[in-house]
């Protein structure tokens, strides 16, 4: 099964992409927010040009755990993309990805402008993984 991953972030919007077997997950695009419906547009054309089967859509947490304004931001827009979407489409904990990504790059000694082009796709990545490797370990 193919899985595509987002990152919602208030500017752009990372995209991973999972293998037909749904087992690896890799960086895929950056979509760069406009309207929500040029966002949904390109969401719902890319899920249709990879033959996309689920989305997981990453849900930044609070540290407690608890729903905090970016959380129910990202919210906002899993209504929108559930409306035009065809595919069932679910939430993943992806607290510090982000962060995680960010501080990986940094040590890699990544330029700051390369950093900020590839992030946002690194960090969809990330939580797809994450969210692949639960699957796999429960069986499912």
């Given at each position: 099964m193919r899985c595509m991953g987002?990152?919602?972030?208030?500017?752009?919007?990372?995209?991973?992409?999972?293998?037909?077997?749904g087992l690896v997950?890799?960086?895929?695009a950056v979509i760069n927010r406009s309207s929500g419906a040029e966002d949904m547009r390109q969401i719902a054309a890319l899920v249709e040009e990879h033959r996309v089967?689920?989305?997981?859509?990453?849900?930044?947490?609070?540290?407690?755990g608890g729903v905090g304004p970016q959380a129910q931001k990202v919210q906002g827009?899993?209504?929108?993309?559930?409306?035009?979407?065809?595919?069932?489409?679910v939430t993943w904990d992806e607290?510090?990805?982000?962060?995680e990504v960010e501080r990986l790059l940094i040590k890699a000694e990544v330029r700051r402008r390369r950093r900020r082009e590839v992030v946002d796709k690194l960090a969809a990545a990330v939580l797809l993984d994450a969210y692949l490797r639960s699957k796999s370990e429960r069986g499912t």
């Amino acid at each position: 099964m193919r899985c595509m991953g987002l990152d919602v972030g208030d500017r752009r919007i990372g995209v991973a992409l999972s293998d037909e077997s749904g087992l690896v997950a890799f960086p895929l695009a950056v979509i760069n927010r406009s309207s929500g419906a040029e966002d949904m547009r390109q969401i719902a054309a890319l899920v249709e040009e990879h033959r996309v089967e689920l989305v997981v859509v990453g849900l930044p947490l609070t540290l407690t755990g608890g729903v905090g304004p970016q959380a129910q931001k990202v919210q906002g827009f899993l209504e929108q993309l559930k409306s035009v979407l065809t595919v069932p489409v679910v939430t993943w904990d992806e607290r510090l990805t982000t962060a995680e990504v960010e501080r990986l790059l940094i040590k890699a000694e990544v330029r700051r402008r390369r950093r900020r082009e590839v992030v946002d796709k690194l960090a969809a990545a990330v939580l797809l993984d994450a969210y692949l490797r639960s699957k796999s370990e429960r069986g499912t």
